[in-house]
C-alpha cells in the first residue's frame, strides 16, 4: 500500500501557473502509474494525466494538453504535474493516485490523496 498527499494548490489568475507535487509513502512508489484528476464542484471527476512507474511515457487529456505537464522523481518518491497558461475552467479539487497498473489511460486507481484545492480567478 501507498499513502498519497498532495502540495501546491492555492489561488492563481487566468494566465498564472502553478505546480502541484504528490508525495508518497509507503511501498515502493517507483514500482507505481500515477495519475492526476480533478473534480470540480457539482461535475464528475476528470481524468487529467498520467505517467508510467519510469516516466517512460506520459498521457494527457485534451483539455490540458499542451499545458500541464506530468513528470515524477522516483528517488524523491514525488511525482508532480506542472500547470500554465491556467484558466478559470481548471478551478477544481485535484487528486494524485497511483496504483501497480501498466496502461496508464485506465483510469482505475487504487490509492488517492486526499485533493488540493486549485482556484484561478479571472
Known amino acids: 500500500q501507498v499513502q498519497l498527499v498532495e502540495f501546491g494548490g492555492g489561488l492563481v489568475q487566468a494566465g498564472g501557473s502553478l505546480r502541484l507535487s504528490c508525495a508518497a509513502s509507503g511501498r515502493s512508489f517507483s514500482n507505481y502509474r500515477m495519475g492526476w484528476f480533478r473534480q470540480a464542484p457539482g461535475k464528475e471527476r476528470e481524468f487529467i494525466a498520467a505517467?508510467?512507474?519510469?516516466?517512460?511515457?506520459?498521457y494527457y487529456t485534451d483539455f490540458v494538453k499542451g499545458r500541464f505537464t506530468i513528470s515524477r522523481d522516483n528517488a524523491k518518491n514525488t511525482g508532480y504535474l506542472q500547470m500554465n497558461s491556467l484558466k478559470p475552467e481548471d478551478t477544481a479539487v485535484y487528486y494524485c493516485?497511483?496504483?501497480?497498473?501498466?496502461?496508464?489511460?485506465?483510469?482505475?486507481?487504487?490509492?488517492w490523496g486526499q485533493g488540493t484545492q486549485v482556484t484561478v480567478s479571472s
Open positions: 505517467i508510467t512507474w519510469n516516466g517512460g511515457s506520459t
Open positions: 493516485a497511483a496504483d501497480r497498473g501498466t496502461v496508464i489511460t485506465v483510469p482505475n486507481y487504487i490509492y
